[in-house]
């Protein structure tokens, strides 16, 4: 019992830790190092320590792949920030309507979640991407898209629950609006749920953001205003996986120690 006490004590700050430590390397690490650049001289250099620049060695056409991964994080914390706290919001006010709202309109969103949650969120962000073009508000728009039917089915389903209540059917009882029972009664009730679910939306937006940069369909290489993206590196790594094996670990690394962190800062919501 102590020791199940003891880890679940630990792994939220652990969590928080590191999406800390990632949020100031996405936030200082473009202020001190430059955006990653063409230098054919350096191509597919492998790890050096001649500079800090060199100490993850280099990519297909020289470039650094610290630079890289630096200014992808940029883009991978904005736009995991961006999408989980858009989809949560949204799926929050959905929810809130599905359980107070008129019945013909809890009906209909019922459906339209359904309908969404047939389809695979990241097939249906792909071809969205595809007729889009490309860049960071276009990514956070079909994720946001394809991706909020999952935490609204979760949170509706609470809302309703806790719309039941005694205190609620109260609260109707003496008269107060439905926007009020939605935000002093209701609302409060469901922000331990919330929490967990942008937790999930953040780190399932940095995967969804990576796995459309593999495909060529996000982030493209290079390009202002985020120049990098850890799909695009790991997009590469493979490619080259014999020549330069240097390449893929570290955005694989990134993705794999930002998403954990995030599961962990509200495991004990959970």
Same mark, same amino acid.
């Given at each position: 019992m102590t020791t199940t006490t003891t880890t679940t004590t630990v792994s939220p700050w652990l969590g928080w830790l590191g999406l800390l430590l990632a949020a100031l390397v996405a936030s200082v690490g473009p202020m001190v190092l430059a955006p990653p650049c063409i230098d054919l001289?350096? $191509?597919l250099a492998p790890p050096g320590d001649d500079a800090l620049i060199d100490v993850l060695g280099r990519g297909e056409g020289g470039t650094s792949v610290l630079a890289s991964l630096v200014w992808g994080a940029r883009g991978a914390i904005g736009i995991g920030v961006a999408v989980? *706290?858009? @989809?949560?919001?949204?799926?929050l006010l959905l929810a809130l309507v599905m359980a107070l709202g008129p019945r013909s309109l809890r009906q209909l969103l019922g459906r339209l979640v359904d309908v969404m949650l047939t389809f695979p969120s990241l097939l249906l962000a792909a071809?969205? @991407? /595809? #007729?889009? &073009? %490309?860049?960071p508000a276009s990514v956070v728009f079909v994720l946001v898209l394809s991706s909020w039917a999952a935490p609204?089915? #979760? *949170?509706?389903?609470? +809302? /309703? &629950? =806790?719309? +039941?209540? $005694?205190? =609620?059917?109260? /609260? #109707?009882? *003496?008269?107060a609006s439905r926007w009020r029972v939605a935000v002093v009664h209701v609302a409060p009730l469901l922000w331990p749920t919330v929490l967990v679910q942008v937790g999930q939306s953040f780190g399932g937006a940095i995967v969804a953001e990576a796995s459309l940069s593999f495909l060529g369909l996000g982030q493209q %290489? *290079? +390009?202002p205003p985020l120049y990098a993206s850890w799909g695009t590196m790991l997009d590469d790594g493979v490619a080259l996986v014999l020549a330069a094996p240097h390449l893929w670990w570290p955005p694989a690394l990134a993705i794999l120690l930002v998403t954990a962190c995030a599961q962990l800062a509200v495991a004990s919501r959970r």
């Open positions: 001289a350096h $191509d989980s *706290l858009s @989809s949560t919001g949204l799926a071809a969205l @991407s /595809a #007729v889009l &073009a %490309p860049g609204t089915r #979760v *949170l509706g389903g609470l +809302a /309703a &629950a =806790v719309a +039941a209540r $005694d205190h =609620v059917t109260a /609260a #109707v009882a *003496l008269g %290489p *290079l +390009a």
